[in-house]
């Protein structure tokens, strides 16, 4: 028997370190045109007038005008417009497309297009709430009106933060077969799919859509490759010719979706043996100019009001807030980020203004099995966080150091975060949305085909979902291939998000592969499907936003040791230590690829990257401006696996992609807060806020 978990050399590897893997990019076409976007140079007006030059032979622009269907992206909400029509919500929303064959040509005439606009007064404060959602636990009124009780409130701030994948976002379109046929960087093809049935008003097969090798994507390709995908659809029924339309690193930074800032206000009760006997907490999201995706990463967000913690009353609610900004996305951790952030530090602060210790503090809170989550739903399988932050803290002398560094003007700090997320789509998701279907086919010669919408941006999903079948089928890892998707082949498995593809996908998957092995018969072609199915303890009420928000959770503790400079305030990161539960890994070395670049991005989130806008404007639109972390600024870091295997997950997989990122930030920023000796509220703690925090008299 083979332990899954060993691991094996990524199925794409060679393709991609060799350079021979076809991105968007390289793909070439006989008449092959270009397509370069006309946007909004104002955060919000009216659209007065275009005025057009005078196109030369074979150049082209689309607008409105050419959509059949409906003027929106296919999401939840319908507010979002392929191109804008009378009015513009925020600069760089899209208002047509100029095509051609030169580039050169077609910037020319973007640069004789004159619009006038009727500029009208742009919102960027949290004032015009757009969703609202709640829910409560217990009884939280009766408790904060007890006598014997200590109060205590703070409001915690995170900005901005940029996915900043390798490749931007891009697509090609053609005519095929009599179909329009997209091919690009995306997570989710049928959302795509989806969106352009939508926009075209046509019938479904006349849609396909093909993954290309993804170069990163983190969120970032979750929703916005659907807008850009029915532009360019648009274009390829227009002109009639291949279209090619990637963006630039700036077009991409200035005007794609980024995590949401948030504003989180938390109020405990405390008993005088100090044990937090309720929170009242409420979320702030900006969404930017259109909803998007923005109440799912709101209920993201206050699901993981306690986090790793059991308190037994709480009273959550919850805003997402329009703003004539770039609308904000999907993003590694879809709203988790901000809320354990504010939880982390939250817990700290009160055990510190109680004046006690907060590792004890947290401790005496920390959740167990058969305690309720945040939604009344339970904690049905073992939680092993004692025994992992046992570990973290051995590894990383976390108290040792910790007692050190309190002394006066050491400028040295370590922080601890503990943490976890929900597996899967939130609630009935999975069971009422999704609907995830997979496929197998074995042919005459008994190589088998995985057929799904599962998308490899770079997490190894290609090799952990051929070593789930491989393992299952007993067969090597050769006898099974997974192609990239192509929406005329394989089922509609569910989108590449909410660490589900591990879980879900390759539960599906496994339960399909079981199938195929009992009808198996050599040299005879086979197809075997396999549908999810929620499980049944897993009941959950939208509307009431409670139950069981996911069916399994993944657990973690993150250690950072930092040192400040006592004349720059500049943060050097010393050290990281990490411990985590994703059940079973399907395969080692790509777990740990994922925790070396989650905590990457989370620590960073945490001091290092800032993005602002200026009167609606990104400031931070290339990589010399944003600063993302590289080697040197991460210090030296420990990862470990703690095996603690789900039931219903394939070989006891669970997710593993976001939670790596989730408790960066708090670690660092605990860190920082203990180097300096005063509260930290706000992310990125940079120089600049460090050095405020440090010089305003008032803060402690």
């Known amino acids: 028997m083979r332990d899954i978990s060993r691991s094996i050399t990524k199925i794409d590897g060679h393709l991609k370190s060799s350079g021979k893997a076809k991105y968007v990019s390289d793909i070439k076409m006989p008449n092959l045109h270009f397509a370069k976007t006309v946007r909004s140079t104002i955060a919000k007006g009216k659209i007065v007038s275009i005025n057009l030059p005078p196109m030369p032979s074979g150049y082209y622009t689309v607008d409105y005008n050419d959509i059949p269907g409906k003027n929106y992206i296919k999401m939840i909400f319908e507010d979002w417009p392929i191109f804008a029509k009378d009015t513009v919500n925020h600069i760089g929303e899209p208002i047509l497309l100029v095509v051609g064959k030169d580039k050169a040509i077609i910037d020319e005439i973007i640069k004789n297009i004159v619009i006038e606009y009727e500029e009208l007064a742009p919102q960027f404060e949290y004032k015009e709430s757009v969703v609202q959602k709640h829910f409560s636990k217990g009884n939280v009124d009766s408790i904060f009106k007890k006598d014997d ?59 396909r859509v093909i993954q290309s090798p993804v170069g990163g994507a983190f969120g970032g390709k979750e929703e916005f490759p659907s807008l850009m995908a029915c532009q360019l659809a648009l274009a390829v029924l227009k002109v009639k010719a291949p279209i090619k339309m990637i963006y630039e690193r700036e077009e991409d930074m200035e005007v794609t979706t980024k995590r949401h800032p948030s504003k989180i206000h938390l109020k405990a009760a405390i008993s005088k043996e100090h044990k937090v006997l309720a929170i009242k907490t409420h979320v702030a999201l900006d969404s930017g100019a259109y909803i998007g995706l923005s109440g799912v990463v709101l209920s993201r967000a206050m699901l993981a009001v306690t986090s790793a913690y059991t308190i037994d009353n709480l009273d959550v609610s919850g805003d997402v807030y329009k703003t004539n900004t770039v609308p904000n996305g999907a993003f590694r951790g879809f709203g988790a980020p901000q809320m354990i952030f504010a939880i982390e530090m939250f817990m700290n602060h009160i055990a510190k203004d109680l004046k006690i210790d907060p590792f ?46 309190q002394k006066p003007n050491s400028f040295k700090g370590i922080g601890m975060s503990w943490f976890l997320h929900g597996c899967g789509f939130t609630g009935s998701g999975e069971s009422d949305h999704i609907n995830a279907k997979v496929k197998l086919r074995k042919d005459a010669g008994n190589q088998v085909y995985i057929l799904v919408a599962a998308v490899d941006m770079g997490q190894g999903a290609k090799t952990t979902l051929i070593k789930v079948v491989a393992h299952t089928l007993d067969l090597p890892y050769e006898q099974v291939t997974f192609d990239d998707p192509d929406t005329d082949f394989v089922t509609d498995s569910g989108p590449t998000v909410a660490s589900r593809t591990a879980m879900i996908v390759g539960g599906l998957l496994a339960r399909c592969a079981l199938k195929m092995k009992k009808n198996w018969q050599d040299g005879i072609e086979q197809v075997e499907t396999e549908s999810y199915v929620q499980p049944d303890y897993v009941k959950w009420n939208e509307s009431t936003m409670k139950g069981d928000a996911y069916p399994a959770y993944s657990w973690g503790v993150n250690i950072c040791e930092v040192e400040v400079d006592k004349r720059t305030y500049q943060v050097d990161v010393k050290g990281i230590w990490s411990v985590y539960d994703v059940g079973k890994s399907l395969d080692e070395r790509i777990v740990l690829g994922q925790a070396d670049g989650g905590i990457a991005q989370g620590i960073a989130y945490g001091y290092l990257e800032v993005m602002q806008h200026k009167d609606g404007k990104i400031k931070h639109k290339n990589m010399t401006d944003y600063i993302i972390p590289t080697a040197v600024d991460m210090g030296y870091t420990e990862n470990y696996l703690y095996e603690n295997p789900f039931a219903l997950g394939p070989y006891g997989a669970k997710g593993a992609g976001e939670l790596t990122l989730v408790g960066g930030a708090p670690a660092v920023a605990l860190a920082i807060e ?18 405020e925090v440090i010089l305003d008299e008032n803060h402690i």
């Open 149 to 207: 009780i200590k109060t205590i409130e703070y409001t915690y701030k995170t900005g901005y933060q940029e996915q900043a994948y390798i490749e931007p976002q891009g697509f090609i379109g053609y005519m095929k077969e009599n179909k329009v046929t997209l091919e690009g960087s995306i997570q989710c093809p049928y959302y795509v799919k989806n969106a352009l049935i939508t926009v075209l008003d046509c019938d479904p097969d006349f849609v």
């Open 360 to 405: 004890t503090f947290r401790m005496n809170h920390l959740a167990k099995q058969g305690d309720f989550t945040s939604t009344e739903g339970l904690f049905r399988d073992p939680i092993i966080m004692e025994k992992m932050i046992k570990k973290a803290t051995e590894v990383s002398n976390y108290h040792e150091k910790s007692k050190e560094y």
């Open 674 to 691: 203990q180097a300096i000796g005063k509260k930290i509220h706000k992310i990125p703690a940079t120089p600049e806020v460090i050095m």
